[in-house]
Nanobody, 126 residues
Framework: QVQLVESGGGLVQPGGSLRLSCAAS????????LGWFRQAAGKERTFVAG????????YYSDSAKGRFTISRDNAKNTVYLQMNSLKPEDTAVYYC???????????????????WGQGTQVRVSS
C-alpha cells in the first residue's frame, strides 16, 4: 500500500503562484511514475504533469507547459508541483498519483496510476 498526502493548495490571485507537495509513504520503491492531475467542478479529471522516480524528462499538459514545474526529492519521497502565472481556469482540486508499475505506462492517463491522494483545492480568483 502507498499513501499520498497533498498539501499547499489555497486561494491565490490570478498571476500568483503556489507550490503543491505530495508526500508518499509505504511501499513506493520500484514504482515508476508520480503524477499530478486536476479536476474542476463538474469536469473530468485531467493530467497536469508527471515524473519518473528513476529519472528522465518530466511531462506536462499543454496548459501546464511554461508555467508549471514538476520535481521530486527521492530522499524525502516527495513530489512537487510549482505553479506560476496561475489563471482562473487552473481552479480545481489537484491530486497526486503514484503508479506501482515497473514498466513504462502512459503518463497522462488516469488508468496508469494505482494510488491517489485525497486532493488539495486550488482556487485562482480575484
Amino acid at each position: 500500500q502507498v499513501q499520498l498526502v497533498e498539501s499547499g493548495g489555497g486561494l491565490v490571485q490570478p498571476g500568483g503562484s503556489l507550490r503543491l507537495s505530495c508526500a508518499a509513504s509505504g511501499r513506493t520503491f520500484g514504482g515508476y511514475l508520480l503524477g499530478w492531475f486536476r479536476q474542476a467542478a463538474g469536469k473530468e479529471r485531467t493530467f497536469v504533469a508527471g515524473i519518473s522516480w528513476s529519472g528522465g524528462d518530466p511531462y506536462y499538459s499543454d496548459s501546464a507547459k511554461g508555467r508549471f514545474t514538476i520535481s521530486r526529492d527521492n530522499a524525502k519521497n516527495t513530489v512537487y508541483l510549482q505553479m506560476n502565472s496561475l489563471k482562473p481556469e487552473d481552479t480545481a482540486v489537484y491530486y497526486c498519483a503514484f503508479s506501482a508499475s515497473r514498466r513504462y505506462v502512459p503518463v497522462s492517463v488516469t488508468e496508469s496510476y494505482d494510488y491517489w491522494g485525497q486532493g488539495t483545492q486550488v482556487r485562482v480568483s480575484s
